[in-house]
């Protein structure tokens, strides 16, 4: 189970179960790169979620742990 919140005054929580994810993107612009933050952006049928600035060593682990836990599960994601 991932959650990932969001919001300063108000926040939103976002809880997405692992195995539901069908795609996984992360993106780094010049800036972010110099900086070795990433944005991690994970899409399901329902939409995208993103997780934007976290360390970039950081990213690398989850965006691994997640391919990963996707492609072993054998859950039904439907």
């Known amino acids: ?21 069908q795609n996984i993107k992360m993106k780094q612009n010049i800036f972010q790169e110099r900086n070795k933050v990433a944005d991690l952006i994970l899409q399901t049928a329902s939409g995208k979620i993103k ?13 691994n742990y997640t391919l990963f836990k996707v492609e072993t599960s054998k859950i039904s994601w439907m």
Do not use: C
């Open 51 to 63: 997780i934007p600035s976290i360390n970039f060593e950081d990213a690398i682990k989850i965006y």
């Open 1 to 21: 189970m991932l959650m990932v919140s969001k919001g300063l005054f108000e926040t939103h929580h976002t809880y997405l179960e692992i195995f539901k994810v």
